[in-house]
């Protein structure tokens, strides 16, 4: 199977533009079929304040309301996207920008309503594999924001994490897919209040005893969990680490199974 | 030669939403090939406003600054394209949304300063039709924001009427391309006063004697002239009007050789 590197940067790496412009020459330096997913980070929530939209929140978790899905397909569909696609252009990488409508890419259903009603938010049903495979075929390095779409035509508001994961998932079929995600951390930490202290490589038992340790706490959690989740489904192998973790031989987390 | 359609939609009739629905229904029922050219209308100019940034001018002449740009990426690239995608996408239309930096689709240079600097705004220097065609052959409709891209990577507003004319004018080489313009107008009219008198068909000639008469005035003149010079390049017809123009039969400017 050929390889495909399916990569996710996060919001913090986006605003910090040395970062980011060190981050994408070493994107455009990865070899063989790759595509780019990011995340918007705090301008979603800039745009939306001078807009004068509210930011709505129930119990402690954001909601996405009507002005909410509008901004974020301003900002992350448009603004973000299209400028990484420039950049990328620049620099020799045949990227296109996409969203979950594009190609029927990222198929998703509005989030169900139980506890908390989280508005225009997408849980992803179904990525359309098939038709990423055509363009990287065609030689295109796909460049997806986070947000999907539902079979209705509406566009969701969706975390980028399972955007990237997803794909991962779905493409590993026809591809040896390693997935990256990119955060302002150079890894899994052993020890929380020391940066250097990154673990090289997590596989499950390891995973089960850190948790029980209590190293890996809070929004690692469900990150590792859906990691583990990724590899058992295909995916072949998952980077955590900093805006360097694309380059050969540097420091950071990989996950196997 | 297989046929193309090229169908640019301005932005007045993007803003009355039960016509455009009705035109996305007709785009969609267009047989074989076909892209879609929007503009943003008065969208961009109202989002500016909310966000606080001036609109500038000079000898009448609108300029667009980076705040401008930022916006227009926001509304054109993002916030109508990514809807426009999803509409017709839930109507089995398999829509991908681009703007020119996307496939290095439609490359421009940053207008040159003369009297005038209009800032970021883009003249189109050559449209990426390998590209397109490949896309096309993947049976995918692309729907183009006016939206150009130097090949440093800068985002240029471009005119959305040139954009549509350059597409289809690097297709005709190997598609026959008809170009669709759909405005408010049921077309080209005798009698400004009068909707009903729209001219049905007009050739070069008759253009010609139109403009001594002073039929053909103001804004028309330079979309004619350029029609013709669309058509001299290589495209098959042009046609002028309202959003029912896609149907068969019904009444609209037809502009011939």
């Known amino acids: 199977m050929k390889p495909l590197k399916v990569v996710k940067i996060g919001g913090k790496l986006i605003e910090d ?19 780019l997913v990011h995340g918007g980070g705090n301008m979603a929530t800039q745009i939306s304040e001078k807009l004068g939209y509210e930011t709505k929140m129930v119990d402690g978790r954001r909601i996405t309301d009507e ?22 252009q620049s620099m020799d990488t045949n990227a296109i920008g996409l969203c979950g409508a594009d190609g029927q890419s990222i198929l998703s259903v509005k989030r169900p309503v ?11 049903e179904k990525v359309n594999s098939q038709f990423i495979g055509a363009l990287l075929n065609d030689g295109v390095v796909p460049v997806f924001s986070a947000i999907s ?3 209705e035509g509406v566009l969701l508001n969706t975390n980028a ?3 990237a994961s997803e794909i991962a998932r779905a493409m590993s079929k026809s591809y040896e897919t390693e997935l990256y995600y990119c955060f302002e951390k150079q890894g899994v930490l052993a020890d929380a209040s020391d940066d250097e202290s990154v673990i090289k490589e997590i596989d499950f038992l390891q995973y089960k005893t850190l ?5 890996i706490t809070d929004g690692m959690l469900p990150k590792l969990q859906n990691c583990f989740e990724a590899l058992e489904q295909g995916v072949h192998k998952i980077h955590l680490g900093n805006h360097q973790s694309l380059k050969e031989n540097t420091t950071h987390t ?3 199974q």
Do not use: P, R, W
């Open 67 to 88: 002005d909410t899905v509008k901004v974020i397909t301003m900002v992350y569909g448009g603004l973000i996207n299209k400028n990484i696609v420039a950049k990328l």
């Open 161 to 163: 994490d399972s955007i």
């Open 114 to 124: 139980k506890k908390i009603d989280y508005g225009f938010v997408g849980d992803i």
């Open 149 to 151: 779409c539902t079979k």
């Open 211 to 215: 948790v029980e340790k209590q190293v």
């Open 254 to 256: 990989k996950i196997i």
């Open 17 to 35: 533009s040395a970062k980011f412009d060190e981050f994408l020459e070493d994107f455009k330096n990865l070899e063989g079929h790759k595509i």
